[in-house]
């Protein structure tokens, strides 16, 4: 644990959890206390390396905490089962070391850590900052300790308390296509029906990337060009000149930054893979693919949640011990925000708890309050933590 003291008269402390999932979580908030400024001067602000990762925090599972490379959907059973036999070997590796402590990396369980540093810090009720995946973190304290929540914000966070999982998967893929849509209706008319054409044939042949020697499907142009919408409208002539020049053969220009060329995620999925449903079967996966192809044409089912997750969390040695849940409707009114990505499904956690806030941010990015350090957001959040007051209805930040 850490703890940045106040700077006036203390009346209570707050916990922050970045997300990641990662365990640095003290190096993060050593790197920016100014944006807890205002919080400062009436609170002490507290942060801990959650369970099993790299940090402070011990025991430390040994696992290889690289990027995983998001495998191609399976075509057969035996795409599938290969998988499953893949994702079990390299699971079981980590979970040797320590198969207790593996069982329980669940954000359930991180929850149950912060109600533990609560009750350390001799406070009656709890002030949650949660951005990122660590969003997901307060969910699950919100969800078992609802009596113990003072205030709580959350930023960028994916909506882990829906009640259907599927229909969930579906308002993302909606969201992802409203995203995109901000692409077409800013590029060149004929862009979507070119972009369309452009994944359909990548599924059918991948298309070279000569630059690093890959070959690009559809789904991975899907999931390459989302990144490179989402992050800032100033690059998006360079996702229009990378359509052009895949069209004629070449998909260099949606290389990613990083050692691998394909899409892939850190951290081993040790967290996911317990926090979220999981397919059984290849014919499960299919169906679900096919269905958000359906509901987002241009994007299709090309992100973590339905790509991702299911196929390297497939045959996990270990079942879901944190699956999403509809949060308590007893719980005091919350703070969240978002950005063009990140808004829809905060304000789909939020709309559970009558009366809670969120801050809509017109732009890209990701994690306002801490990774953006938005002046805005952080002058609303500062206030509701320390005097629960919430900013009015459609409140804007930039």
Not at 39 to 67: E, F, H, K, N
Not at 275 to 284: I, K, N, T
Not at 326 to 350: N, Q
Request: charged share 25%.
């Amino acid at each position: 644990m850490a703890r940045l003291p106040a700077t006036g008269e203390k009346q209570g402390s707050v916990l922050i959890n970045f997300g990641g999932p990662q365990g640095d979580q003290i190096a993060i908030m050593r790197s920016r206390p100014q944006i807890f400024a205002k919080i400062r001067q009436s609170m002490d602000v507290v942060t801990w390396d959650p369970r099993g990762y790299p940090g402070l925090s011990s025991p430390v599972l040994q696992c290889d905490w690289s990027a995983v490379r998001t495998p191609a959907f399976p075509d057969d059973r035996a795409g599938f089962d290969r998988l499953v036999t893949e994702n079990r070997a390299r699971a079981g590796k980590c979970r040797s070391t320590d198969p207790e402590l593996f069982d329980h990396m669940d954000a359930a369980s991180d929850a149950r850590d912060a109600e533990a540093i609560r009750r350390a810090l001799g406070e009656d009720r709890m002030n949650f900052i949660g951005t990122s995946y660590g969003g997901n973190i307060a969910q699950a304290y919100a969800r078992q300790f609802p009596e113990r929540v003072r205030t709580m914000y959350i930023d960028g966070v994916g909506n882990h308390s829906a009640r259907n999982w599927e229909r969930e998967l579906d308002a993302i893929a909606r969201d992802n296509e409203r995203l995109m849509d901000r692409f077409f209706a800013w590029a060149a008319p004929g862009t979507e029906r070119r972009w369309r054409a452009l994944v359909a044939k990548a599924d059918k042949e991948p298309i070279p990337a000569s630059k690093v020697n890959a070959r690009y499907d559809g789904t991975q142009l899907q999931s390459l060009t989302l990144q490179k919408v989402r992050r800032d409208p100033d690059q998006w002539d360079e996702v229009a000149t990378a359509i052009q020049a895949a069209e004629g053969g070449d998909a260099s220009g949606f290389v990613p930054g990083g050692k691998d060329p394909y899409p892939g995620l850190q951290g081993g999925g040790v967290k996911e893979c317990l926090d979220f449903p999981r397919p059984a079967s290849q014919q499960q996966v299919a169906r679900t693919v096919n269905r958000l192809r359906k509901i987002a044409p241009s994007t299709g089912a090309a992100f973590p949640l339905a790509w991702h997750a299911p196929l390297t969390c497939a045959g996990w040695p270990t079942p879901v011990s944190n699956p999403p849940a509809p949060l308590p409707r007893k719980l005091p009114a919350m703070l969240g925000a978002g950005t063009w990505s990140d808004f829809e499904p905060t304000a789909r956690v939020l709309k559970q708890v009558p009366g809670s806030r969120v801050i809509n941010y017109d732009g890209p990015g990701h994690n306002l309050f801490a990774a953006m350090a938005n002046l805005c957001v952080i002058d609303h959040v500062s206030k509701y933590i320390t005097t629960r007051a919430l900013p009015p209805r459609g409140v804007q930040c930039g």
